[in-house]
């Protein structure tokens, strides 16, 4: 990996990937890369915050208001869980049920239920369910 100082570049940053060929995995660092500052703002009592993509582990919609959940906070945001669905990386966000999305990289372990559905135990310990209607997507993701 190289770094360079380029002092007449017109841009703060530019990131050059060279690589053989591009493929899902090219494709997800090219995403990370675009998204490393991207911040979704929501709201916690009354008070406006910003939260890092990468800080989130999952986002649920609650009687028509849409709420995200990191490790320790629970804050509303503005946007519905379909236009998550279209902002958000289908490579790193997945929606698992009619009212959640979580992100698959803060999910710590899967448990398929007799049910046919799945227990995803994230890193924070909280179980969520995957509803059979979304499990093969998830086993597309996961190559499971």
């Known amino acids: 990996m190289d770094i360079q100082i380029i002092e007449h570049i017109k841009e703060k940053l530019q990131v050059v990937i060279k690589c053989r060929q591009i493929d899902d995995e090219i494709m997800r660092l090219k995403y990370h890369i675009e998204m490393f500052d991207k911040k979704l703002q929501a709201k916690k009592d009354n008070e406006r915050c910003f939260v890092n ?5 999952y986002f649920e919609s609650v009687d028509n208001h849409t709420f995200l959940y990191t490790k320790d906070d629970v804050m509303e945001i503005k946007q519905r869980l379909y236009e998550l669905e279209i902002i958000l990386s289908d490579k790193d966000f997945i929606r698992i049920s009619k009212s959640q999305i979580i992100n698959i990289n803060k999910v710590k372990s899967l448990r398929p ?9 994230m890193c924070n310990g909280e179980q969520l369910f995957i509803s059979r209607k979304y499990v093969p997507a998830i086993r597309s993701l996961l190559s499971i």
């Open 113 to 121: 239920e007799i049910n046919r559905t799945i227990l995803a135990t």
């Open 53 to 57: 993509l990468s800080d989130v582990m």
